[in-house]
T-cell receptor, first 111, second 119 residues
Framework: GNSVTQMEGPVTLSEEAFLTINCTYT??????LFWYVQYPGEGLQLLLK?????DKGSNKGFEATYRKETTSFHLEKGSVQVSDSAVYFC??????????FGTGTSLTVIP | GAVVSQHPSWVICKSGTSVKIECRSL??????MFWYRQFPKQSLMLMAT?????????EQGVEKDKFLINHASLTLSTLTVTSAHPEDSSFYIC???????????????FGPGTRLLVL
C-alpha cells in the first residue's frame, strides 16, 4: 500500500538553526513526492516537489531529495526564520493521482 | 495562478441540518477535485475523489450518503454534509488538480478550508 511517515513534532528551533524534518514513504510503483506547508490560519501550500529518484526539489531555502534507495524525502533548511513557523506535511502522489499525507510536523522558530 | 477557494470559510449549524460547502478553482479548470477532512493536530484524511461529470469515488469508511459530492463543472465541486451531527464537526479541505494540463500535472492546489461546527 501507500503511506507516508514523518517525524513527530512539535519542533522548536532558534532562528538561524538548521532544520531537518524526516519523511519516509512506502508506495507501489514510482510516486511523486511533495512537501506542503500550512501557515497558521491558512490552507496548505505546495512548498516543493520531486517527481523521480534523485530529483531535488527546492523553494524558499528549503530542499528535499528523492531517495529511492532509502525511500526518503527529508526536508532541510540551512537557516530557519521566525516566518518559517508552520506545519509541514510530507505527501506522495501515486500513479492513480491519489495523495497520501503524513501526519504533519509543527515547527516553531523562536527569535 | 492556481487559486482554489472555498465557501463558506466557517459555518455553525444545528444537529440534523444539512450544510453545503463549495470548492472553486478560480483560474484553471480542475478535472479532478479532492475532499479531505482534517482533525486537530492530525493529517489530512482523503474522503473522496471527484472527476468532473462522473460520480465521486469514496474512500473506505466514508459514507457516501452522508457526504454528498457533486462535481458539475470544471471549476466547481460541492460537498454536502447531510443531517449533520456533532461528530461531523471538523475542518474540511478541498483541492483541485488537472493532470492533463501543463504545470498542474501531479500537483494538487488546496483551498483554505471550511471549519464546520455542529451544535
Amino acid at each position: 500500500g501507500n503511506s507516508v511517515t514523518q517525524m513527530e513534532g512539535p519542533v522548536t528551533l532558534s532562528e538561524e538553526a538548521f532544520l531537518t524534518i524526516n519523511c519516509t514513504y512506502t508506495a507501489t510503483g514510482y510516486p511523486s513526492l511533495f512537501w506542503y506547508v500550512q501557515y497558521p490560519g491558512e490552507g496548505l501550500q505546495l512548498l516543493l516537489k520531486a517527481t523521480k529518484a534523485d530529483d531535488k526539489g527546492s523553494n524558499k531555502g528549503f530542499e528535499a531529495t528523492y531517495r529511492k534507495e532509502t525511500t526518503s524525502f527529508h526536508l532541510e533548511k540551512g537557516s530557519v526564520q521566525v516566518s518559517d513557523s508552520a506545519v509541514y506535511f510530507c505527501a506522495l502522489r501515486n500513479t492513480g493521482n491519489q495523495f497520501y499525507f503524513g501526519t504533519g510536523t509543527s515547527l516553531t522558530v523562536i527569535p | 495562478g492556481a487559486v482554489v477557494s472555498q465557501h463558506p470559510s466557517w459555518v455553525i449549524c444545528k444537529s440534523g441540518t444539512s450544510v453545503k460547502i463549495e470548492c472553486r478553482s478560480l483560474d484553471f479548470q480542475a478535472t479532478t477535485m479532492f475532499w479531505y477532512r482534517q482533525f486537530p493536530k492530525q493529517s489530512l484524511m482523503l474522503m473522496a475523489t471527484s472527476n468532473e461529470g462522473s460520480k465521486a469515488t469514496y474512500e473506505q469508511g466514508v459514507e457516501k450518503d452522508k457526504f454528498l459530492i457533486n462535481h458539475a463543472s470544471l471549476t466547481l465541486s460541492t460537498l454536502t454534509v447531510t443531517s449533520a451531527h456533532p461528530e461531523d464537526s471538523s475542518f474540511y479541505i478541498c483541492s483541485a488538480s488537472s493532470p492533463q494540463v501543463g504545470r498542474f500535472q501531479e500537483t494538487q492546489y488546496f483551498g483554505p478550508g471550511t471549519r464546520l461546527l455542529v451544535l
